[in-house]
């Protein structure tokens, strides 16, 4: 049986996907990078979240050609900082220093006005299997930076990150609510969308 082996440490994330694919494809055994012995680090150094995407997918794919493999980047997209953090996200202040990030953040955004503080949450899925081509989706979200953290939920730039259509920000909403508004869950909730097509394809 193919396992989809799904490229992160995160258990919340992998739950996440799992809730997602494992309706739809029920076959597929879901497992994490941290059940398999032979999986080197992958240096993201792309320049967008596709090709970050698209490198980890293919480089575990190549130690697993049999089985699936899904993963995916992320970042928060700042227009008043041309973009920062974008790829860099996760390592904008220090690897996975979610504190020192979010302080970078509002530090370089401290002088920006209300009408200025616009940016963008993007998740791009890269989902590689055998006798198919890559599907790949995206999910986008809209939202505002606050001045202050705000909220104890989620993780990362959550409580920064201002929704104007829920007037909270991430780290206030419920992971349910965040699942169904979220730049992850709308690319799963696509990816859902394409994925029965997409495994008759190697048929």
């Known amino acids: 049986m193919p396992r989809l082996i ?3 440490h995160n258990p919340n994330k992998i739950k996440e996907i799992e809730a997602i694919i494992g309706p739809i494809a029920p076959d597929l055994k879901a497992i994490s990078i941290a059940d398999l ?20 997918a293919t480089a575990i ?5 049999d089985d699936f493999v899904l993963a995916d980047d992320s970042g928060l ?4 900082l041309n973009g920062e953090p974008g790829v860099y996200s996760a390592r904008y202040a220090g690897d996975h220093d979610d504190a020192a990030n979010v302080k970078k953040v509002l530090t370089k955004m401290a002088e920006v006005p209300a009408q200025d503080r616009k940016a963008n949450f993007t ?6 299997g055998p006798g198919r ?3 790949v989706t995206q999910g986008v979200v809209t939202g505002e930076i606050t001045t202050a953290p705000v909220g104890n939920q989620g993780f ?20 349910s609510q965040k699942n169904q508004v979220s730049h992850r869950g709308l690319a799963l909730q696509q990816l859902a969308q394409e994925l029965p097509d997409w495994l008759k394809g190697g048929e």
């Open 156 to 175: 990362g730039y959550d409580p920064i990150f201002y929704v104007p259509a829920y007037g909270k920000t991430f780290a206030q909403l419920t992971a």
């Open 77 to 80: 997209s700042v227009q008043a």
């Open 37 to 56: 012995a032979d999986v080197p680090p992958v240096v993201e150094d792309g320049q967008t979240f596709t090709s970050n995407a698209e490198k980890k």
């Open 61 to 65: 794919a190549r130690l697993y050609p």
């Open 123 to 128: 998740t791009v899925i890269v989902l590689v």
């Open 6 to 8: 799904i490229a992160s």
């Open 133 to 135: 081509q890559p599907l």
